[in-house]
């Protein structure tokens, strides 16, 4: 595969959670995952051109290029029920490969869990426009935080990573395919209780996705809770999860 990366315990897995990292950030971010959750629940995560083990290859800047081959792959992923989970951008890629697997593959996942993220097909829509130029793109990377002071401060890191982030905030300020029909799947909003970046107004719009199944879960933490709380993330998530596995009692995540 070029666009996943799988570290499901094998055989053991009886569901899988298909993985999508912020903008300007890796699969890696996921893998931990892996060995924190019981082997029962597979854990996959996207790593886009340009990102990570891709650093070699040019990001791409449309969500289109995007959707296409990651539907391809993740239809491998069918044979178990599946779950995409994303954060920031990454919830808004896994709406979007959501919508493209039931019109591509005429079923969508089991389940969305959109973490630190506005419903995107909220209107108006959000305006990434002030982002895209170079400074934009490094205002950005210091408003939302998450990136230590020394990153913050090499000028090597940040001309590697600029790039990458300019990109992704240009796949989510483009345009979204023309199906904009409700998900129809169960959605859980992951939020952070201080998260400047998210209103929780525009959050709640996550509901019309839905198929009348949905909830909000709230972490004290910022934006990057997901990474910040990731013991208590993992807690909900498996307890999220349980309905899934058709009464399967499924372990706490290792600490």
């Not at 829509?125 to 990136?147: C, I, N, S």
């Not at 904009?180 to 107004?201: A, F, H, I």
């Not at 009348?212 to 998530?237: I, K, N, S, W």
């Amino acid at each position: 595969m070029t666009w996943l990366r799988d570290w499901s315990h094998g055989e053991d897995a009886v569901l899988r959670v298909l993985c999508l990292p912020p903008a300007g950030a890796s699969a890696h971010i996921y893998r931990r995952w892996a060995q924190l959750l019981p082997r029962e629940i597979g854990v996959v995560a996207a790593e886009l051109p340009g990102h990570g083990s891709r650093l070699a290859e040019p990001p791409v800047t449309t969500m289109e290029a995007i959707l296409g081959p990651l539907c391809e792959e993740a239809a491998t992923l069918t044979d178990l029920p599946l779950v995409v989970f994303g954060h920031s951008m990454g919830a808004t890629l896994g709406a979007e490969l959501c919508r493209t697997m039931r019109r591509e593959l005429g079923g969508a996942p089991q389940m969305l869990i959109a973490a630190a993220c506005e419903a995107p097909r909220a209107v108006p829509r959000k305006d990434y426009a002030p982002w895209l130029t170079e400074q934009g793109t490094l205002d950005f990377l210091f408003r939302m935080g998450g990136t230590p002071d020394e990153l913050l401060a090499n000028d090597e890191y940040l001309r590697m990573l600029l790039p990458v982030l300019r990109a992704d905030l240009t796949v989510l300020a483009g345009p979204r395919p023309e199906d904009d029909r409700p998900l129809g799947c169960p959605v859980r909003v992951y939020l952070g209780e201080r998260d400047s970046g998210v209103k929780p107004e525009r959050a709640a719009e996550w509901r019309a996705e839905s198929n009348g199944d949905y909830a909000v879960r709230t972490f004290t933490a910022g934006h990057f809770f997901v990474q910040e709380q990731v013991d208590d993330v993992l807690t909900q998530l498996c307890a999220d999860l349980s309905p899934l596995l058709s009464g399967r009692k499924v372990p706490l995540p290792h600490s």
